[in-house]
């Protein structure tokens, strides 16, 4: 059985941000994820609020992170699930799908999923015209008509990077004003091949093959509409990614983000948790970064000690 001093579960930015300073820390360091290092900020086609950076896209901004972490010293298992835990105690077992490991602290950084709209035709047609990633899917629709659903950063930002690749872009927003940053809202205003239908919600997503239709209705005035379209990518929120840490006894709330206090610590000693995966109200990479940090230096007091908590 392997033997680690702290035990990362998640490699996006909170994790990546944890991995570097706690090999810097000295301690031996390992960081598992269940997909490929970076985590859903290597979808974004463009970051612009990452101090240091201007602009960068969030697939190259991971890339230099997970980048860092092992050039630091510490060893990324990417592909690899963890199944179970049993946190209590001086030593902490982490079982995945290919061996169990013994640590000493965990930090979850096991982030978020999209959520979905939960409407008729959206797991029927995912893969076929409903896409949660602009960058991944969007130049499958170059020239042609899409629509982004959602009213925040995210849905904004995919409804810019879409509008530089495909004909036209419609925005379906529950809503009557965005919830994005300012000047997202002003670039989206600027752009002549983006309108926004206020106060719309989706009812089902038709086609044969491929997405043909959105069936749609006017929250306010009660109006069904359709729209002819290519391809829908919905951007309405992400949900946490708790379930593993929630059945080993890491306390969670109601929507199931898990519980820390500013030293990001848990309700188990030893365990912290770090960026959207806990009930932090600011979900930025920037923010992520910061939590990845704190939750390694003190995993680090935890095992070394050195300083009274």
Known sequence: MENWDVIIVGAGSAGLAAGIYAVRSGLKTLVLD?????????DSPKVENYPGFTEISGRELSERMAFQCQKL???????????ELKLEGETKTVTTNNITYQTKAVIFATGSHYKNVDVKGEKEFRGRGVSY?????????????????????????????????????????RRDTFRAEYRLVSDIASKTNINVLWNTEIEEIKGDRQVRTLALKNNVTGEKTELDVDA???QVGEEPNSTV???????????GYIKINIKQETNISGIYAAGDVTT?????VGTAVGQGITA?????SYIRRTYKK
Do not use: M, R, W
């Open 133 to 173: 990633c602009s960058v991944c899917d969007g130049p499958f629709f170059k020239g042609k008509k899409v629509s982004v659903i959602g009213g925040g950063n995210s849905a904004c930002i995919t409804s810019l990077y879409l509008s530089d690749i495909t004909s036209h872009v419609t925005i379906i927003h």
């Open 296 to 300: 390694a230096l003190e995993a680090y």
């Open 280 to 284: 932090h109200p600011i979900k930025q």
């Open 73 to 83: 010293g510490a060893v990324i298992h990417s592909l690899e699930l963890v199944s």
């Open 34 to 42: 269940e997909k490929l290092a970076g985590g859903n900020i290597s």
């Open 232 to 234: 829908v990518f919905v």
């Open 245 to 255: 840490a929630k059945a080993a006894g890491v306390e969670t709330d109601d929507a």
